[in-house]
């Protein structure tokens, strides 16, 4: 049986990763999968409120995307969420080390979740790392 779920492991801190992690979040939630998306590591300062600090990018593309104005990645994750089937969390680990509090983060990202429960949601679906 062929599954239509999603699972995005999101920990880089460079702008096309973070652009296709939310390219492929919105995507395939708009387009009926459900999707679940761990925020962690060096991504999970790019979802605090009020944070606006730039991605740096790796290389031509991503300067190409920010002087094309491509939608912004957390756009993108917030329409995955507004508009499709997508669920946010981020990771538990994570908001401890970085000090961070629940209702820190953007609105649409939901209640923290450790990496267990993480691997166990996203069992039977396609897994996806960024």
Sequence with gaps: ME???ISIVVLSD???QLQM???IASVGAVSGNEVLVFISMNAMRYF?????EKAPCE???GELMAQKNVPPFKMLFEQAVTLG?????PCS?????LGIEQGGLEDYIGEAMGLTMFLDECKGGQVWSF
């Excluded at 680990?93 to 080390?97: F, R, S």
């Design 3 to 5: 599954s239509n779920k």
């Design 14 to 16: 460079k702008r096309e």
């Design 21 to 23: 992690a939310g390219m």
């Design 48 to 52: 605090v409120k009020g944070a606006d």
């Design 59 to 61: 290389g031509p593309v």
């Design 85 to 89: 089937d997508a669920k946010i969390h």
């Design 93 to 97: 680990m994570a908001m401890d080390v």
